[in-house]
């Protein structure tokens, strides 16, 4: 099993604006001093956003479904770790995120889980 734990963050990126003018969610996977970063695929206007907890704040009118997105894109998170740390002695951020996005050779993680919604 890997000795280093991995930690996650929800972030919203104020620096760049869809035409919608909104901002994307990102998540920021830090694990072994490295990081790396993936869009939720979720945008919302940075009013919305709670720093604090790393959700859309209630006062958003999409706030439950956007929240269960976001849930559900954590819940992979961990399910991922835990099954590298199962298999694997070593492993990478990187390959955290790899498997997040790309699956054991067939489409999962992310990307499935933006194509259900």
Do not use: C, H
């Not at 830090?30 to 979720?42: D, L, Y």
């Not at 770790?81 to 070593?90: D, R």
Request: glycine share 6%.
């Amino acid at each position: 099993m890997n000795a280093l734990r991995a930690s996650y963050k929800l972030w919203l990126n104020k620096a760049k604006f869809n035409k919608k003018g909104e901002n994307t969610i990102y998540l920021r996977l830090q694990f072994g001093g490295n990081k790396a970063e993936m869009s939720t695929g979720v945008s919302i206007p940075a009013k919305y956003f709670d720093e604090k907890s790393g959700n859309v704040s209630r006062e958003y009118p999409d706030v439950d479904f956007l929240n269960l997105q976001l849930d559900n894109l954590i819940d992979k998170y961990r399910e991922v770790y835990k099954k590298l740390s199962l298999k694997q002695s070593v492993f990478t951020v990187d390959d955290l995120k790899n498997v997040m996005l790309n699956g054991d050779g067939e489409q999962s993680g992310l990307i499935r889980f933006v194509m259900i919604f």
